[in-house]
């Protein structure tokens, strides 16, 4: 059965930047597409970044986001940089190929 765990959330001041991880069980990521999704309060879940043969992001995070994976550990990352107050959402990864039953999250509050 495949889990995904994500961690490395937090609070964290407008401008601040945290890295989140996403480790992998069940299953290896090293041929198959992983993104990371963010939902705010009261809103859908949303895309945010996407790693395969290549990279992409989202619009509202591009030049300050950067996602990359370890294969070798199964494990994704999310580097936020320059974090604003509207990126705060719980974050989840998941592969949007091979899409899995989702993990809890990792809450990511931006405030100061």
């Known amino acids: 059965q495949v889990q995904l765990v994500e961690s490395g959330g937090g609070l964290v001041q407008p401008g601040g930047s945290l890295r989140l991880s996403c480790v992998v069980s069940g299953s290896i990521i090293s041929n198959t597409a992983m993104a990371w999704y963010r939902q705010a309060p009261g809103k859908q879940r949303e895309w945010v970044a996407v790693?395969?043969?290549?990279?992409d992001y989202a619009d509202s995070v591009k030049g300050r986001f950067t996602i990359s994976k370890d294969n070798a550990k199964n494990t994704v990352y999310l580097q936020m940089n320059s974090l604003k107050p509207e990126d705060t959402a719980v974050y989840y990864c998941?592969?949007?190929?091979?899409?899995?039953?989702w993990g809890q999250g990792t809450q990511v509050t931006v405030s100061s």
């Open positions: 790693i395969g043969s290549k990279t």
């Open positions: 998941n592969s949007p190929t091979r899409p899995e039953s």
